[in-house]
């Protein structure tokens, strides 16, 4: 029997912000003797501040509310690491995700001095007593240093720097250098290129496109690194920019003089709006698509009311069970949910790396299918086996067996 369509959860939705802040370590829930996380502890933090200060990541889209374009607000982290998280994080490894840590951040360029990096045959021959030296504490110590900036889990940014080695250079001072490497101009101008034919169909100009390169390095050289956020925050100001100076003709006119595009900010505000209906609501989009549609959107309300309104069909057609949710407004991400939170604890993965295009199954019928049923599913799949919830299960039945036959201990 098909259960009752379930109701939006208050829980964090799948991929939000407000989802990634929850998942913290557990040295952040104790620190300070024990303070509750983001409030002052005793313990000074790797940047100088109190563990649980905090760490500006974002903020949300600016929106239109009775034809008033209402301010975003800011999207805030914690800091989560002290000078003892290093050798903590490895006490609290096993013997094989100790060896596969140190062998990552063997390979993370800038985090050892020359020499000291661990090397494949000292790895192995440690055997079953992986011991991290003071050089693997210390170069895990700086990893936590730049997961405390952006505000992320330190195996996340373990992952990130041993998979984008420029990164990582970027970052930590390489010996042989004088300082971080910065993003080389002839990329930036590119990059900028890129955009501005995505949303203008012609590239930048050159004056333009050289200062977008130059703002972008000095505060690459001021910080160290730059996020993938801030990044494109610069880039969007210089769109907004030609945006402003292409429709300044228009926007002179008496009925368009108040324009959207000359508040400043305004075309991302639009450009995370229409991101976030997409992501929110299950659909795929480039970014390309985005810059298009946000043009249209920053410059009209009616536009971009009519752009939201078109991702809320599309989300219909992708998911008909929630089509009367749907249409009383509610988002793909809250009617999913329950499914999330079900899918982290049988497969144990974050519910912030989760996004509701994972979920098209549930509502792909009529009616949505129960989480009671879906979590039947996820026991059905092949790849349920491969999970710490089977062998833990698993194991827990071969010991009941055991002690049944009065072998192992009681």
Known sequence: MVQPTPNPSSAPKAGSPSADATNVSPEAQVAGGG??????????????????????????PGRYVGGVLELPVPITKQTQYTDTSAMDAFAGLSNRDKANLLAKLAQIPGIYQPGTQPTAQSIMAMGNAIAPRKEDIAALTKVMTYSDKVGEDYQLSVDKFYVNKELAASFFSVPGKTGPSLTP??????????????????????????????????????????????????????????????????????????DALLQEGALGMVVNQIRSAYSNNGIPVNDAE??????????????????????????????????????????????????????????????????????????AGDKPISPAEYKKM???????????TYKNTKQGALTAIVRAFGIGPA
């Open 35 to 60: 303070a509750p996380y983001g409030t002052t502890g005793t313990k000074v933090g790797l940047d100088g501040r109190p563990v649980g200060s905090p760490i500006y990541v974002g903020q949300t």
């Open 185 to 258: 101009s002839a990329a930036l101008i590119s990059e900028l290129n890129t955009q501005f034919m995505d949303v203008f169909n012609a590239g930048a100009d050159k004056k333009v496109a050289a200062a977008y390169a130059k703002e972008v390095q000095q505060l690459e050289a001021k910080q160290g690194s730059i996020s993938a956020q801030q990044r494109e925050d610069i880039r969007l100001k210089y769109i907004q920019n030609a945006a402003a100076t292409r429709y300044k003709t228009v926007m002179a006119t008496p009925d368009t003089k108040d």
């Open 290 to 363: 985005i810059y298009k549609k946000a043009i249209q959107g920053v410059r009209s309300q009616q536009a971009l009311a009519n752009i939201l309104n078109v991702t809320r069909q599309q989300a219909k057609a992708l998911y008909p069970a929630f089509r009367d949710l749907i249409d009383q407004g509610a988002e793909v991400a809250d009617l999913v949910s329950p499914y999330a939170t079900v899918y982290s604890q049988i497969y144990d993965k974050p519910i912030a790396q989760l996004k509701p295009a994972d979920f098209y199954e549930v509502a």
């Open 378 to 388: 996820l026991y059905a799949k092949p790849e349920f086996k491969d999970t710490e």
